[in-house]
């Protein structure tokens, strides 16, 4: 790249007569001129059309052509890259053109789809203006130096140069006129009718020297200069002249053919510049992917295939959207619906990743990279302000109805590196005949076990490829020796604590608890291994004697609150098919025990979760509380002083979203060790500070569930569905979980619930499907080896089953040399998830606003980054820059740090609903944060569009943009951001319509359900939670309904 300072127009003037010696000279240097631009030009070189006004030989007043030059670098005009049809007309005093000036009509040079409103690009470069007289040239200077800063020494020698040339004209105009010969047609005119066009020159030291302007084909004989330079071709991306497109165009039309990187007489082609018309241009391959470059570049370097393109990262850069976010002096409004909305047919665009690099990568669902690549230095990812890491869910594919490959325990046992432990995968290559093998990772050579030899073919590759799923498949799961284990695999557990205050009776918590519980105990997996138990407290605790051979349950109470202890040291957790009649008669019974007695709101939940622990303590399992108010007895008691609003905007604010008493992080730390999970179910009314329960949850690797001010009949679905859900999904149980890279890089953080054992292990007392954890990678060494990368995942856990078993996913990653190419192989829906957990954390140890404006620093360093990756004329002032693979990501920040975790401050969010929202966050999956920070807008006015079906299946109905300008008043509808829905309707909505929604729901609230169509999809597990949203919300008419990420099939 480089940089030319902005010179200003020369214009021909009248000249005086020449002698005879001078006319020869002239004529003898421009046939030299001619020979060597005939010479220089490339065969495709672009012919420019004579200047309006220049005829050869013409002896009359003279035309005057004017050339605006060199406006390439320097400030430039703040006019927006404006998307109006006006856009190709400069105003007067632009820097691009003079006053009355057209600006060069130019088209968009992208691969995606022109924005709306954008004129059609057009081919033909219109003519330049003419000017009037040749006196205006000081006014038309002045003009176009007037647009710029002080010029500086080089623009001061310029412009006295230019000042010289005026005066020589002047002198000559002053001069007798003396009577010159014809001139043939197609000749430069004499001196006095020449243009003087304007042309940057490089002096002696190549392209970086300075550049002045200098006349092609003269010199004046009075004042001899440098050897004669004939003038460069034209750079690709400029107009002839040197005159680079002004702001608010882009340039496609037809182009000479592409120029040699440095040539004589010219420059290497800006970034954002191309050869060729743009309907020529050959699709760009993909980052690090086999691709053939465009016409006319080098071919491959020696020993290098034929699929390199040494130009790849230059096209990447090439591929980039605008779109105007200022107003300029002639930038027209924008129209809201021409910003990019992640909704209808771009939402499943906006939602979907990077295609793999290898056919055998794991699934994106397990493992979904924000660069489908890596940076292949230090310096390279210090340019990169956006995460580098892998959003993980390594138990995806149960939720997506998956089968993993598993792999049997054979005499060979689990066949891994000796040195860095990476499990065998389709990446490894073998040697020596297939008797040993090279691990990717580490790059070790290994000793195949007897066992597992097998031939090679041709390729080198293994001929029992295919019958071995861990040589082909990028998931596998294998069957873990007993070398693996500490102890025998536990079974499932279940263990209850219900609050029984006087609160939870009044709220009906205690009945929708026990009815749920007691739907499904045949639902719980483990069959016959499945423990459970029950604890009950108030102002005291109550245990439940349910062993078998009773046919009652037996209560004993325990009133010290401040050392707990047992009462039974067995009979505490039973089986369940054993003891089931005794549990359905404890379940049964439950909702009418304390309903009378209870008359005191204290609740001693500290002391409750203490003896919880000494049942669980020597198995371990899941724990499941119920609160309904705040805790006030025993250990862990919590203060309702801590809901300070004052505090926000100090320094003290982060102290509101942490713990203060120490009790929950050792007790979470006790619990993590001895494989126990904490799950929270909380429906108080008024704060409970969650802030501080919810690390329990969190270094477990548990869920919280909010439900402000429950109230039965209101809550209770809502509740009932999401502890059915939390029951009855598959479970890993006392799990473990690494994650291992190339050599070069290294884990450097996870974001998640998690206890972390080492630097690369994390504690699991138990995962399922709805788990997310995020990682970002490092850089360990300054430079990456190796043209590929590989991350790899490895999750060791005790199935319902008792099996215990090694989950794996593997992927590969190219090595990106470029900047270009690491913005166009991004993920900006992973990108978005990531930076939302790293917002998440940054509130726990800074105010709310230092972690929105974190978020949005790094989008805008991003944005900046890539935006200096184009010429001066793209990077027009007030125009947004971005590619097109982040192309949403600005609007689904801007949605984040307005949702409930970093939204504002106390007084719009309550303080337990921010805390619940948040540790959402921390685990929700991709589409889940997408969906909180851009809601689903639905229509509800059209009921044949909601209840479409398509080969007996129901058909989702598309979305809506989430702006108030897609939402028309006679219309309702349904706004769904994972969390809550809410019916929004328009002031001349339809009364007809209301009014038998109204009936609709008052019939439900009855004995019989709604008469609205239910409907039973046999599709996909998405589209049956986007169905039951909808339908749910159609019940309930006007009613707000509240759900969280983890509420499944309500219907």
């Not at 802030?691 to 329990?696: C, R, T, V, Y």
């Not at 947004?880 to 693979?885: K, M, Q, R």
């Amino acid at each position: 790249a480089f940089t030319a300072r902005p010179v200003a127009a020369a214009v021909q003037g009248g000249m005086g007569p020449m002698s005879g010696q001078q006319q020869q000279l002239q004529q003898h240097q421009m046939q030299h001129v001619q020979q060597q631009q005939h010479l220089q030009q490339p065969p495709t070189q672009h012919l420019q059309q004579p200047m309006a006004g220049s005829t050869g030989g013409s002896l009359g007043p003279p035309s005057v052509g004017v050339r605006p030059v060199g406006l390439q670098g320097g400030p430039i005009s703040s006019t927006a890259l404006s998307t109006s049809a006006g856009a190709g007309t400069a105003g007067a005093g632009m820097p691009n053109g003079l006053p009355g000036a057209p600006r060069p009509a130019i088209g968009h040079h992208s691969t995606s789809q022109l924005q709306p409103g954008l004129p059609a690009a057009s081919t033909a470069q219109r003519p330049l203006q003419q000017h009037p007289h040749p006196q205006g040239f000081p006014q038309q200077q002045n003009q176009v130096l007037q647009q710029y800063q002080q010029p500086g020494p080089m623009q001061q020698q310029q412009h006295l140069h230019l000042h010289q040339m005026h005066q020589q004209q002047q002198q000559h105009q002053a001069a007798p006129q003396a009577a010159q010969p014809p001139q043939r047609p197609g000749m430069a005119a004499p001196f006095s009718q020449a243009a003087v066009n304007g042309v940057l020159q490089p002096l002696q030291g190549g392209p970086s020297a300075h550049m002045r302007p200098t006349a092609p084909g003269f010199m004046p004989a009075s004042a001899p200069g440098p050897p004669m330079m004939p003038p460069r071709p034209p750079v690709p991306g400029l107009m002839p002249g040197g005159v680079a497109p002004g702001p608010g165009t882009v340039q496609a039309s037809a182009l000479p053919g592409p120029l040699a990187p440095m040539q004589p007489g010219g420059l290497p082609p800006p970034p954002g510049a191309f050869s060729g018309p743009a309907a020529a241009l050959p699709p760009l391959p993909g980052a690090g992917f086999p691709g053939t470059g465009p016409v006319g570049m080098p071919g491959p370097p020696p020993g290098v295939t034929a699929g390199y393109d040494a130009y790849a990262g230059q096209k990447l850069v090439e591929q980039f959207e605008a779109l105007t976010v200022s107003s300029g002096p002639s930038a027209m409004p924008t129209d809201a619906y021409a910003y990019p909305h992640p909704a209808g047919l771009e939402r499943a665009v906006a939602r979907s990743p990077q295609q793999p690099y290898h056919p055998g990568n794991c699934s994106s669902d397990n493992m979904r990279p924000t660069v489908m690549g890596v940076p292949a230095s230090t310096a390279l990812r210090m340019r990169w302000h956006l995460p580098l890491g892998v959003v993980v869910r390594p138990m995806a594919d149960e939720a997506c109805g998956r089968t993993v490959p598993i792999i049997p325990l054979g005499s060979q046992g689990i066949v891994r590196c000796r040195r860095c432990r990476t499990y065998m995968n389709p990446f490894c290559s073998w040697v020596d005949g297939g008797r040993r093998f090279k691990c990717n990772v580490c790059g070790m050579m290994n000793e195949v076990p007897v066992e597992y030899f097998s031939t090679l073919d041709g390729s080198g590759g293994r001929r029992d490829v295919l019958e071995r799923p861990e040589l082909s498949c990028g998931t596998v799961e294998w069957v873990a020796p007993q070398e693996y284990m500490v102890r025998p695999p536990m079974p499932p557990v279940y263990f209850f604590c219900i609050d029984v205050s006087q609160a939870a009776y009044a709220c009906g918590l205690v009945e929708v608890v026990c009815n749920t519980i007691k739907a499904c105990l045949d639902k719980l997996p483990g069959d016959e291994r499945t423990l459970v138990g029950f604890l009950t407290y108030d102002s005291s605790l109550h245990f439940y004697n349910i062993k078998p051979t009773l046919s009652a349950p037996q209560v004993l109470v325990v009133g010290e609150v401040a050392d707990p202890f047992l009462p039974l040291p067995d009979d505490l957790l039973v089986n369940l098919k054993d003891s089931r009649p005794v549990i359905e008669a404890l379940l049964e019974a439950l909702p009418h025990s304390y309903s009378n007695t209870a008359t005191s709101n204290d609740c001693a939940m500290g002391p409750a979760l203490q003896a919880a622990f000494l049942v669980l303590g020597h198995v371990g399992g899941k724990l499941l509380l119920f609160q309904a108010g705040l805790p006030s007895l025993g250990p862990g008691t919590l203060k309702p002083s801590r809901d300070n609003l004052n505090l926000y905007n100090t320094d003290k604010e982060p102290t509101l979203r942490v713990p203060e008493d120490p009790f929950f992080k050792s007790f979470a730390g006790e619990a993590s060790s001895r494989q126990i999970t904490l799950d929270i179910f909380l429906g108080t009314n008024g704060y409970a500070d969650l802030a501080s329960l919810s690390h329990i949850s969190k270094y477990t690797c548990g869920q919280v569930y909010h439900y402000p001010g429950f109230h039965a009949p209101r809550d209770g679905m809502k509740l009932s569905a999401e502890l059915q859900r939390n029951l009855t999904r598959p479970t890993a149980w006392e799990a473990v979980m690494r994650i291992r890279c190339s050599r070069g890089l290294k884990i450097s953080s996870f974001h998640g619930h998690f206890f972390n054992r080492s630097t690369d292990l994390l504690a699991l007392p138990t995962c399922d499907p709805d788990k997310v954890f995020g990682v970002q990678i490092s850089h360990e060494e300054t430079l990456v080896s190796g043209p590929v990368a590989y991350v790899q995942c490895a999750l060791l856990y005790t199935n319902s089953n008792g099996e215990r078993r090694i989950r794996v996913h593997t992927m590969m990653l190219p090595v990106l040399s470029e900047l270009s190419e690491l913005y166009r192989a991004c993920d900006g829906a992973a990108i978005a998830c990531l930076l939302a957990k790293l917002g998440v954390e940054k509130s726990h140890t800074a105010k709310l606003d230092d972690s929105r404006q974190a978020l949005l620093g790094k989008l805008s360093l991003s944005l900046k980054e890539y935006r200096l990756l184009h010429s001066a004329h793209v990077r027009t002032p007030g125009a947004l820059i971005y590619p097109s693979t982040l192309k949403y990501l600005p609007v689904y920040l801007l949605g984040l740090i307005k949702a409930t975790p970093l939204k504002s401050t106390g007084r719009d969010v309550p303080a337990d609903v921010r805390s619940a929202a948040a540790h959402a966050l921390m685990s929700a999956t991709v589409d889940d944060t997408l969906l909180l920070a851009y809601p689903d807008v639905y229509q509800l006015t059209n009921r044949d569009v909601l209840c479409s079906t398509k080969d007996n299946q129901a058909v989702v109905p598309d979305t809506l943009p989430a702006s108030l300008h897609a939402m028309q008043p006679q219309h309702v509808y349904l706004i769904d951001n994972g969390q809550m829905l809410v019916l929004w309707i328009g002031h001349g909505a339809s009364v007809q319509w209301l009014s038998q929604v109204s009936e609709h729901r008052h019939a439900g609230s009855n004995t019989a359900k709604a008469p609205v169509p239910c409907i039973r999809v046999h599709g996909s597990h998405t589209d049956l939670q986007h169905l039951t949203r909808l339908s749910c919300a159609v019940q309930s008419g006007w009613y707000t309904l509240q759900r969280t990420l983890g509420c499944r099939g309500v219907l």
